[in-house]
């Protein structure tokens, strides 16, 4: 795009303190410049775009217009051409140019600038990092975080997993008891037929199998005369079979060969005669009457079974008609439910002992791949403890999860997700070895690889944990008239252990558990039982006693050695290796994704499900407000991303639903089950003496010996902004907000500040009557809690910290003008709440900007306390006490916060700004 060299710098003196050598000057008949979006140069010191001008430029992409005009342009004042090159940098005072990374490698977390490239340097120093790379993830900019994508070096990666064992005796306990349970379920046997009966009926179908394929054969016009020859390729071509029926059409024809029908040279197969076209020998009378005789499951079994052969099957392996129309009916899920009875019986017995041996206090962690229609699971559910129980149900189908819903909608402690077992369970966002249990009902099988997909289930498992796998353990060819026709069937790849179907024996699984290093393996059917016949059975499998468990707090400490703390990842995941584009290049958009930070755990180890109706009915309105499938009743509203708006939501629907509570209680009592216990006790009564909320007060954190801190709101009039500071604040230190009296009930806004802060007063005297007072105030708060103080002061009262929180005392309007480019708070607001509730935020909104804009500020005697951004907007320029020393005649004192206006008030700054409270305060 330009001449290769373009910029030098001569090195002669290095300063330790640089971070790198200067990119430096531009060369002759070349020039460089750093832009703003706007185009216009940046000041000394601000990053912006790098580009580059002059003779050196190339003409553009060959034949590539679009590409061009991307990437260079005619600069809109000057009329010059400028390549841009993709890089960032900074002029520095002496002129040079610092070069300050790519601009697709660079993010703007908390306030701070990162340079994502350090940070993989810094980790890839790590002797058991091989490869990684950092994203910032999240949908805006108060919820990002740092991601880190490791992929460790195999031969000393040792030092980044810990290894975790569980008590082998008790484990071995535990095995007993399940396997005795097990095994007593198997006895009690479904049939009430005898074996040989049974055996003579299954014969029958096998030949309506032969029949059935015979005839579908011919349909398709091939094999109706003898010395026919066609090979797998010549048959799907000619009959149009559907590819995917390729294994399918291989073993039938293999079993015509069996049958004497067909001869193979080959890959190809001959007619000897033309294949029949009617079914063999009819049932004898008096297995018909033995049949007729049985009753229970053995004749809902036997009703599913074919009578005579299959008429469509020509159109099912040529796609007229497609064989999920099959499996997605309700006759498919009934029979599902026979097919399966007693296996689902077993795996009932097994769970039940699990439950039983839970020991007091232990959440027990269910997680089912492969739900589908939750044949298995509705004999599950009913026995597991709800307060006690996390279950996930997935499957790689959103139908299947919807139906799910629906159909375990009593069950409010099951989740629901979608999870393809055939992929890293870690890279899908779970967390290696959490579950206790993890079930398999009839899905192993339908995997491209059975031992890859054992891997992902044991890295699922904690060290002892159990797979309850029901599976088949025989493969008969009257299977492909049913099972043998679905979707996925026949994906199997693994080929050096299942060679024409995906059916494994009993001893193959056990061999292939045991080499994965699963401790111990047991199947539950009776030998010589009509169940083992058929081979439908329970697999129980216990995973290793002790595990390699990742160590994230390894990288983390390695880190902090060498990087400020803004700049260290909140996760770090594990990956085989790095997802690559065509060029060679490391795909971003291809790494796994990551939950946003209220998802970013696929369940939550302390969830406890609503007990009583009130619980119910706040979980639901919880639900809805903050727009989460589930609400545990210990979740913290705030912490779930609740606010004092979304609060006055809960509050509204809550007394809708007859539910008497008021704003400031949802402060005091954030969770489900403190407010459920609040409004069914006396303690309403209680909370109504002891409230020391009024109409703008909100007792954010009322408990502590110490003074209280009062904060004031900004211009959106919400007291939110200080409830994760009260999360960082002493422990000891209460903590009130003072927010816009409109939102406790509708009365007209207060216009000036003048008279805000006189109102302010009077409410903070209901529970501190008298000096001396903390004030703190946040943008707009700040003008507010100095005229506070001022009117404190005049009343003969003590104000000991006057905190004003990155305002400006002269350059306000011109403050806000820049801040609110980078977002807009009327439109944020309108979005955060209903139609008829968004229009009276905007106008209190509005109403406090103006108020603030008309206040003209008077000297203070006292001091005051300035705590700034860090990252202020390009374009205010400011001293360094923001105007302040002009006004105060007790001095300023300033402290700096990481980040900018915004996230100052967010994780992590908030924690500093916490820490310079508490310094403050304890001056």
Known sequence: EASIWSILYPIEQVDPSWKSI????????????????????????????????????????????????????????????????????????????????????QVKVNGYRIELGEIEAALQQHRGVKEAVVIAVGESRENQQLVAYIVPKSEEASSLFETERVDYSKTQQLWKSLVQAGHQQA???????????????????????????????????????????????????????????????????KELVKEGFLQQQGKVFESTDNLPNVAGEELSAEVQAKVAKSHGLTKRWIDLLPVEPTENLADIITENIHSAEIYASEETSGAYEVIFAQCNAIAREIIQTVVQALEPGKQLRILEVGGGYGTTTEHVLPLLPPDRTTYIFTDISNFFLQKAKENFADYPFVRYDLLDIEKNPNAQGYEPHKFDVVIAATVLHNTRSIEETLKHIRSLLVPGGLLIAIEKTKFYRSFDLSMGLQK???????????????VLSKEQWQKVLSDLEFETSVFMNRPDSVADFIGFDVLLARSPSSVKRFNPSELRDFLQKKLPEYMIPANYILVDALPLTPNGKVDRRSLPQVKSLQENTKYDETYVAPQTKTEQLLADIWAEVLRLDNVGIHGNFFELGGDSLLGIQVIAKANQQGIDLKPQQIFQYPTIAELAGLVSSDRTVEAAKSDTSSGSLVAIKPHGSKKPLFCIHSSSGSADSFIQLSRYIDSDQPLYGLQSREFEREQKTIPTIEDMAAHYIEAIRNVHPTGPYHLCGWSMGGIVAYEMARQLKSSGQQVELLALLDIMADDREKQLEALSAQIKTTELLAEMLAADRASTVISVNQSNVQAMLNYSLQTYSGKITLLKAIDQPSSIYSNPYFGWDKYVIGGVEVHEIPGDHFSMMATPNVMVLAEKLNYCLGK
């Open 187 to 253: 006895q009690n046997d479904f049939w009430d037929i005898d074996f040989e009966t049974f055996s003579t009926l299954w014969k029958h179908q096998d030949r309506l199998y032969v029949t059935s394929v015979c005839r579908a054969l011919r349909k398709l016009g091939v094999y109706n005369s003898a010395g026919e020859k066609h090979d797998i390729d010549d048959l799907i071509t000619h009959c149009k079979i559907a590819p995917r029926y390729r294994k399918w059409l291989y073993r039938a024809l």
């Open 22 to 105: 200067p990119y430096g000057r531009p060369m002759a008949n070349q020039r460089f410049y750093v832009l703003n979006h706007a185009h216009q140069l940046c000041p000394v010191w601000v990053p912006g775009q790098l580009y580059i001008g002059g003779m050196g430029l190339a003409n553009g992409y060959w034949r590539d217009e679009q590409k061009t005009n991307a990437s260079f342009m005619i600069h809109p004042h000057t009329g010059e051409r400028l390549y841009k090159t993709g890089d960032l940098g900074r002029y520095l005072p002496d002129g040079n140019i610092e070069f300050q990374g790519r601009e697709d490698s």
């Open 488 to 502: 996925g069937f026949e994906r199997f790849e693994d080929e050096q252990l299942r060679q024409e179907h995906p």
